[in-house]
């Protein structure tokens, strides 16, 4: 991923534009509705899925992920595609490697029983912050602890979040990019269960570390320059 922030990318832009304004074309993406911007690793891609209303532009990956801030890009969108995440472009801008989020496909993991976390971690906590405000499908999180299956387990930490379908991979990216060094410093594992918020569940008693505000309900898209 390193090699992408200096590599050439092309970008689809309006041809009618304001002169000294620059736009990039972005779409919905046809599940989840959430504004994605394309670019593509090679000019041919770019001008496969070209119009005459459109003009394409080279630039570095780099260039690419410093005027989109905020933005989900999609690398390749006609082949097989690559989404980046605001929390992911700031990570790759830092110089850092993008961890692997991995999938919990065990059932039986699903089916343990999780315990409301009175006093969560200060490190957790501290790692959070901020995190859940960016992400305007997240309506709220809470901190829990999954029970062992016997004496000799260690207890595991599972953060609980309601979130809609638009948002729900970018909450569980985003959470492995801001707690990974975090749950590395304190040895522990952490995972993240996403609900939908018209999804019956047990988990309201769990005490909340994050509430949405009615100031930060709007999702807005970036405005690019």
């Not at 670019?39 to 005459?52: K, N, T």
């Not at 006609?78 to 830092?94: D, G, H, I, T």
């Not at 989020?101 to 006093?119: N, S």
């Not at 969560?120 to 062992?148: T, Y």
Request: proline share 9%.
């Amino acid at each position: 991923m390193a090699a992408l922030l200096e590599a050439t990318v092309y970008v689809h832009a309006p041809v009618k534009d304001r002169p000294g304004n620059l736009r990039l074309v972005s779409f919905p993406h046809p599940q989840t509705g959430v504004y994605l911007i394309p670019f593509f690793s090679d000019r041919g891609q770019a001008e496969e899925s070209s119009s005459p209303s459109i003009r394409i532009i080279d630039m570095t990956g780099r260039q690419l992920f410093e005027i989109t801030p905020g933005a989900t890009l999609i690398l390749n969108p006609n082949r097989r595609y690559c989404l980046f995440y605001p929390e992911e472009v700031a990570l790759l801008l830092q110089g850092k490697a993008l961890p692997p989020p991995m999938r919990v496909t065990d059932y039986e993991e699903f089916a343990r029983p999780l315990e409301p976390m009175a006093h969560p971690p200060d490190w957790l906590i501290k790692a959070l912050n901020g995190l859940f405000a960016g992400i305007p499908g997240v309506e709220s999180a809470a901190i829990a602890r999954r029970m062992p299956l016997d004496g000799n387990e260690l207890d595991e930490l599972v953060i609980v979040v309601v979130v809609s379908d638009a948002d729900a991979e970018r909450v569980g990216r985003a959470a492995t990019v801001a707690l990974k060094e975090a749950c590395e410093r304190a040895k522990t594992n952490l995972d993240v269960l996403t609900i939908r918020p018209d999804e019956g569940h047990s988990y309201d008693q769990l005490p909340q570390v994050y509430t949405r505000k009615a100031s930060e309900s709007s999702r807005t898209f970036p405005h690019l320059h």
